[in-house]
């Protein structure tokens, strides 16, 4: 046989397989799926890319049964998975060890998830959004002598609301409680696993006791109008608050508009660590990946600072790694930028993830915590007998969905047990 027709054989074989001798690598991700969005990523970010990529978005549904079937049949044209940490998970088997790429100015706890309970590195973290707190100019008079604005324990938030209430005669700490609020995250991300270390495990534990009667304390220098709040970045402009918490899509505004009054900062800290809430987005290789050294390449690109800084543009998601933004970003990009470097790279983070497998059972995961909230501190029942109550609640939940725990809880076999 002469090599021209080995060449024509070969090609043809590759083509059979859906790959092709040059083929570009097929990035194939769950983000970045509007189309400005996708626009972006193929025109701002991966066109610097030294090689050939063609990044095609996907709706989670297809996403999976494509990855699946090309598992399953040994052979694909996925080069690169894009996709946020829960949908890795039950993929593990499937994913390349990506341990050969470098992650040293990666968060040390988005490093851990990606490991996804194994000892390889299963998906490289890529790029990160969350919630953080924000403030008033005219409020940092009042921290606490001694106290770190970039490292503030819950101690030290009680006795800085305190401080507000007490010089300008009026509560001053404003909260997300509203119909529209997001304050079930801050119970399951920041608040709980703080003080236990836990989101569903150590639901009822003594540290879970401790988190809610410490949330009280600050319950009682909160503006009470808190409870019609949902978007902070209205309470913030008005100055019915001058320290509040949310998501930083909904402190946007305020920082937009009036960039000079607000800083950012990370959400505080307590006993088992520095809770926090963030919607990680990762990048992973599947095991039949057509060229295995070009994927690798693009995921290295992927974390390059320049790459990291063209994904914000592109897509409102921040970097994994300590970067120097650009002074052109829009002020709300600068200051929750800074604030969440600063808290997933913190010597005490502690990442607890959105909730994973509880399928249509999502919404009554998060109502458990929202009526523990509105029983212990809106109603002043006690503690530990609405913990009982609600953690009774949440183990047959947890057991309906058989859905097994997810960080900062420790892996296990079936369902997460409720202690």
């Not at 996804?116 to 940092?140: C, G, R």
């Not at 100055?239 to 909904?250: E, K, L, M, Q, S």
Request: some cysteine.
């Amino acid at each position: 046989m002469n090599s021209r027709l080995k060449l024509t054989l070969a090609t043809g074989a590759a083509a059979l397989l859906g790959t092709s001798l040059a083929a570009e690598t097929l990035f194939w991700s769950t983000q970045a799926r509007p189309v400005e969005e996708t626009q972006a990523m193929r025109e701002q970010v991966l066109s610097g890319f030294d090689g050939a990529v063609t990044f095609e978005p996907s709706d989670e549904g297809p996403w999976q049964t494509r990855l699946e079937a090309e598992l399953s049949a040994g052979s694909g044209r996925i080069g690169v998975l894009g996709a946020l940490h829960g949908n890795f998970a039950p993929l593990v088997d499937g994913l390349a060890d990506l341990s050969a790429v470098d992650v040293s100015a990666v968060a040390p706890g988005f490093v851990e998830l990606g490991r996804l309970d194994t000892d390889e590195q299963k998906y490289i973290p890529w790029m990160q959004a969350s919630f953080v707190m924000a403030a008033h100019n005219d409020a940092l008079e009042y921290l606490p002598e001694g106290a770190d604005l970039m490292a503030l324990s819950y101690d030290e938030l009680v006795e800085w609301a305190a401080n507000m209430h007490e010089a300008s005669g009026s509560p001053r700490f404003g909260f997300p409680a509203g119909p529209e609020g997001l304050k079930h995250r801050f119970f399951q991300g920041y608040l709980l696993p703080s003080y236990t270390g836990s989101m569903v495990t150590e639901f009822r534990s003594e540290g879970a006791v401790e988190a809610w009667e410490t949330f009280v304390q600050l319950w009682g220098h909160t503006n009470p109008a808190s409870t019609n709040f949902s978007f902070m970045q209205e309470q913030l402009i008005s100055g019915d608050a001058w320290v509040v918490f949310d998501h930083t899509a909904r402190l946007a505004d305020a920082f937009n508009e009036r960039p000079d009054d607000f800083v950012a900062f990370p959400a505080p800290a307590g006993p088992a660590g520095r809770g926090f809430m963030p919607v990680l987005a990762g990048v992973a290789v599947p095991e039949t990946a057509p060229d295995m050294d070009a994927a690798l390449d693009l995921v290295n690109f992927l974390l390059a600072p320049e790459t990291q800084i063209a994904t914000l543009r592109a897509t409102n998601f921040f970097p994994v790694i300590d970067v120097d933004l650009p002074d052109d970003m829009p002020a709300s990009v600068q200051a929750a930028g800074a604030a969440i470097s600063a808290m997933s790279g913190a010597d005490d983070a502690l990442p607890a993830l959105l909730p994973v497998g509880l399928g249509a059972l999502g919404g009554q995961f998060n109502q458990i915590y929202s009526d523990t909230f509105e029983r212990i501190v809106l109603a002043g029942q006690p503690i530990a007998d609405v913990l009982d109550d609600q953690a009774d609640a949440l183990r047959r939940l947890i057991d309906e969905a058989e859905a097994p725990c997810w960080a900062p809880d420790a892996a296990s076999d079936g369902a997460c047990p409720v202690n």
